[in-house]
């Protein structure tokens, strides 16, 4: 199969070449149109089909640069009117006519003569959009949507200021890398010195934005927000069960290894007691690893890591950066966090991301790109909803690309001691990242299923669950004030609730086909991309199987997948 990152914006059939989303005006008469049209064959169905997607790829494409640009400049209050005005102005319009769209198509009678195999999926979720749908709803979730985002302004304001310079907080982040231990302590408190000031604020938000997704769920006819939520994600393959079974899981078969990594990280640095400022911490004498200093050597650098994977993942990034859909460098008043945002029309995606210099940016990174690629090899794909693909099966394709690239970060380093040290942090990382899934995971469980907490009660609650996945070789005396709050930091907690025990189950994903790609690279490639080709034509189960995975977060499962993560790191140890 030959794969080509020469991507082509989809060809407009349906609505005029230079048609843009001003207005509901501007789109209601096509929509009318799509409405009223006869389905009076097979054919028919087949392009209203087609023109029902091209209107979708340029609505989405269209809400996306909304969102990207307000993200890259949330001082712009230009640019947030916009993205406001699509979610109350023009979303809210549009929303009955795809409802009354999802109904005609499941009631014409050449929908059941659809290749069933190819449609299933599809199908399945245009069913579950319909039974979802309540009018009532409209209005709640126009304003969820950009009351979310206010996370956004809220945190990218953020800064601290350390030796008379001013640092946005990801850039203050490396001096937690600092041997000296000082220096650590002083930025570790002023960094959630400066969260705290905005916990008041942090905090209503999020019970504003709790009392409405409650009323969604009531709305729906759903009796707390998780069921209503599970359903909107459609999990139509795990339960909250094996979310329950999942924390547990962590307990007892992660928790040992995340003691072991800083029992370990405390002797190396001769302390008596390791501290939260000491976790990412080098002994003296060690130069923290200093992978690149500018978004531009990051995205040269990941595009030769990339090349060595294979020419067409180099390829992928080399067309974004023409395109200019890449902001990488962290700067004051950009959103925190980093996503790959999917261009539904013109294809190759955009990656945002705050990068200061420091691996976990590598990290980001190359996670970023396995998604962007993502993107690309799902475009192809007929219809819209046909790239819809769960978004387990999503971090697999971002967080498999973390472990693949390892392979190639000698391009990072210039010698074979910091290659060595970077490849052991980041499988660190794969192991202690499980407590904080589990963590952010049954808070919100709990969260949803007691809408009337009040805020004393979430923080008490929040650090009982954290205590529960912290470990014991970490001495958080005296900074109880910081830990109450602590979730505050979570983007996901705010924008995309329960959007979080994917990377539990993505990472085992991920594991599984670094297993593969250590016995035989090229299959484990090509199964990547056979797998993530198939964008969202396939239930979860078998996109895991396409891939050669098993789709299985169970005790069992986990357990055998953290031996073979740890005796990788006890290999890379005995060559350090
Ligand atoms: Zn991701």
């Known amino acids: 199969m030959e794969y080509s990152a020469a991507i082509k914006k989809l060809p407009r059939t349906y609505l005029p070449e230079g048609f843009e989303v001003r207005d509901w005006s501007s789109l209601e008469p096509f929509f009318t149109e799509l409405a009223a049209r006869p389905l009076d064959s097979a054919g028919a169905l087949q392009q209203w089909l087609l023109d029902v997607s091209e209107v979708e790829s340029v609505v989405s494409e269209d809400a996306c640069w909304r969102q990207i640009k307000m993200t890259c400049d949330t001082e712009n209050t230009s640019l947030e009117e916009a993205f406001n005005f699509f979610m109350m102005e023009i979303q809210p319009k549009l929303q009955p ?31 579950k959009n319909i039974d979802l749908f309540r009018e009532a709803n409209i209005p709640l979730q126009a304003e969820l949507n950009v009351e979310a985002q206010q996370f956004g302004m809220i945190a990218g304001k953020m800064t601290v200021e350390v030796n008379g310079q001013e640092y946005t907080l990801q850039q203050a982040a490396k001096f937690l890398e600092d041997p000296d231990r000082t220096l650590r302590e002083e930025v570790y408190r002023k960094i959630n010195d ?36 599970f359903a909107e994600l459609g999990r139509f393959d795990y339960d909250k069960d094996a979310c329950y079974q999942f924390h547990e899981a962590v307990k007892l ?12 990280k405390k ?10 400022w000491d976790v990412e911490a080098e002994p003296a004498g060690v130069k923290p690893l200093r992978p690149f200093s500018t978004g ?5 650098k990941t595009i030769e890591c990339f090349d060595g994977l294979r020419p067409f993942f180099g390829d992928c990034l080399r067309t974004m950066k023409q395109m200019g859909h890449l902001d990488l460098e962290s700067r004051k008043g950009k959103a925190p966090g980093g996503y790959n945002c999917p261009l539904a029309e013109s294809g190759a995606p955009f990656i945002f991301m705050n990068a200061a210099g420091q691996l976990d940016d590598v990290t980001t990174m190359v996670h970023e790109g396995g998604h962007a690629i993502h993107s690309f090899l799902s475009h192809g794909l007929e219809l819209n909803g046909f790239k819809e693909y769960p978004t387990e099966i999503a971090e697999v394709a971002s967080m498999s ?5 390892m392979n190639h970060w000698n391009v990072f380093f210039d010698n074979k001691e910091e290659l060595t040290r970077a490849k052991e942090q980041q499988l660190e990382r794969v192991i202690t ?20 907490h009040t805020e004393e009660e979430r923080a008490s609650v929040w650090v009982d669950i954290l205590t529960e996945f912290t470990s014991p070789v970490l001495d958080f005396s005296g900074l109880d004030h910081y830990r109450n709050y602590s979730w505050q930091r979570q983007l996901h907690l705010f924008e995309v609730p329960f959007y979080y025990i994917e990377y539990g189950i993505a990472q085992l994903g991920a594991i599984g086909l670094w297993q593969q790609y250590k016995k035989d690279p090229s299959e484990a ?18 996109l895991f199987a396409a891939a050669g995975l098993e789709f299985d977060f169970s005790p069992g499962h986990i357990s055998g997948l953290m031996g073979f993560v740890k005796d990788e790191l006890d290999a890379l140890a005995q060559v350090a």
């Open 401 to 405: 690309m973390e472990l693949f690239s």
């Open 194 to 229: 400066r969260r705290l000031a905005d916990k008041g604020a942090l905090n209503t938000l999020y019970s504003t934005l709790l009392a409405k997704r409650h009323q969604v769920a009531l709305n729906a006819g759903f009796t707390n927000y998780r069921d209503f939520r």
């Open 433 to 452: 990242i499980f407590p904080w899934i589990a963590t952010i995971d049954k808070f919100q469980h709990w969260i949803y299923e007691h809408p009337r």
């Open 97 to 127: 006519y795809s409802d009354l769209l999802n109904r005609k198509l499941v009631d014409s009678p050449f929908t059941n003569e659809l290749d069933q195999a190819k449609y299933f999926t599809y199908l399945r979720n245009v069913r």
């Open 525 to 542: 490639v090509k199964n990547y991309l056979a797998a993530l080709s198939l964008g969202g034509t396939r239930t979860l189960p078998d």
């Open 253 to 264: 078969h992660v928790m040992p290894l995340v003691n072991q990594i800083y029992e370990t």
């Open 296 to 300: 531009e050597e990051l995205v040269e």
């Open 267 to 276: 002797k190396k640095l001769g302390l008596d007691t390791l501290r939260p």
